[in-house]
């Protein structure tokens, strides 16, 4: 059974760093595009950036270039999603979902997703 | 603001057949293909259509993916209460070369 199972939930403070992970397994790690998305609180989805960790090729999305950094480490099959200042805008449930179909991003689609990892970022 | 627009809210009766639409422009919906995701209540979305029209497997025929032009269109018939969910739209977009979802669908299941 292909999973991504990412890390719990984290509570920080303004400018702190963070790292989040996420866990592919049931598949192969590297030949798959794994790509993260953002949830603000009652709000809908943002793509924010897609990794292939066959080679760590990385592309982002406008709103999103400069503001985290997208990471994987293949030999543990684990993809991550790093900020190295936060902010209170920085609140979110954050999703990583494997891609499927086309290439680096046109024509495919996320499947299946992880469970969330809620990130709290407040004073 | 989302680039691909969808409605906020639609509802339907049990039994009933529900559209929801999602409109978007040529560098995305209008050529490329759409995806459609179902988010439960307080859990991960879901992978609903891809390909503008494909089910994954284990997902009901009942649910069905259609795109025209700059629009795309998810169809729900025979309408439960356990489709009551957020539904959002997905294309790639060549202008900012970066995947797009739209602002989601609010159903209710009255």
């Known amino acids: 059974e292909v999973q991504l199972v990412q890390s719990g939930a984290e509570v920080k403070k303004p400018g702190e760093s963070l790292k989040i992970s996420c866990k592919g397994s049931g598949y192969s790690f590297t030949t798959y595009w794994i790509g993260w998305v953002r949830q603000m609180p009652g709000k809908g989805l943002e793509w924010m950036g897609i990794i292939y960790p066959g080679d760590s090729d990385t592309r982002y999305s406008p709103s999103f270039q400069g503001q985290v950094t997208i990471s994987a480490d293949k030999s543990i099959s684990t993809a991550y999603l790093q900020w190295s200042s936060l902010k209170a805008s920085d609140t979110a449930m954050y999703y990583c979902?494997?891609?499927?179909?086309?290439?680096?991003?046109?024509?495919?689609?996320?499947?299946?997703w992880g469970q969330g990892t809620l990130v709290t970022v407040s004073s | 603001q989302s680039v691909l627009t969808q409605a906020p809210s639609a509802s339907g009766t049990p039994g009933q057949r529900v559209t929801i639409s999602c409109s978007g422009s040529?560098?995305?919906?209008?050529?490329?293909?759409v995806n459609w995701y179902q988010q439960l209540p307080g859990t991960a979305p879901k992978l609903l259509i891809y390909?503008?029209?494909q089910r994954p497997s284990g997902v009901p025929d009942r649910f069905s993916g259609s795109k025209s032009g700059t629009s795309a269109s998810l169809a729900i018939s025979g309408l439960q209460s356990e489709d009551e969910a957020d539904y959002y739209c997905?294309?790639?977009?060549?202008?900012?070369?970066?995947?797009?979802f739209g602002g989601g669908t609010k159903l209710t299941v009255l």
């Open positions: 997905a294309a790639w977009d060549d202008s900012l070369n970066a995947s797009v």
């Open positions: 040529s560098s995305n919906i209008g050529s490329e293909t």
């Open positions: 979902a494997r891609q499927k179909g086309g290439t680096a991003g046109r024509g495919s689609w996320f499947d299946p």
């Open positions: 390909n503008n029209d």
